[in-house]
């Protein structure tokens, strides 16, 4: 399983994601999807996001994955009328992790 996400960027600037649209999305999807999880972060910078869960074979066939279904979702929702995905890629959480490690044995930050 693999975290991809995806940014999504308006055509007309200050546009927000509409309310619903998780439950909208998974409503248009389909087992062969293999989504285990979506959500939706409307704040993210600098661009709102979609954060999906998927099952795939490899890195690269899961943000191909997310890329094919994004694209579906924007072309064929309302909802995401005005929308267009700008990247489909797992975040990087190798920072994140880092400052984690440099907690450990040394008694708090650095």
């Known amino acids: 399983m693999y975290l991809i996400h995806v940014r999504l960027r308006p055509t007309t600037p200050g546009s927000s994601l509409p309310p619903g649209l998780r439950s909208h999305l998974l409503g ?3 087992p062969e999807d293999r989504i285990e999880h979506l959500s939706v972060h409307t ?3 600098p661009h709102p996001t979609l954060g999906l869960y998927l099952m795939a074979e ?3 066939e899961a943000e191909e ?3 094919r279904l994004c694209l579906r979702w924007v072309t064929g929702s309302t909802l ?3 929308w267009q995905p700008v990247a489909a890629q797992a975040p990087l959480v190798a920072p994140f ?4 490690l440099s ?3 040394s008694g708090g930050p650095r």
């Open 28 to 30: 248009m999807s389909v």
């Open 43 to 45: 704040d993210a910078l």
């Open 58 to 60: 490899s890195l690269g």
């Open 65 to 67: 994955q997310a890329t």
């Open 80 to 82: 995401l009328e005005g």
């Open 97 to 100: 992790y880092e400052q984690l």
């Open 103 to 105: 907690f450990v044995g």
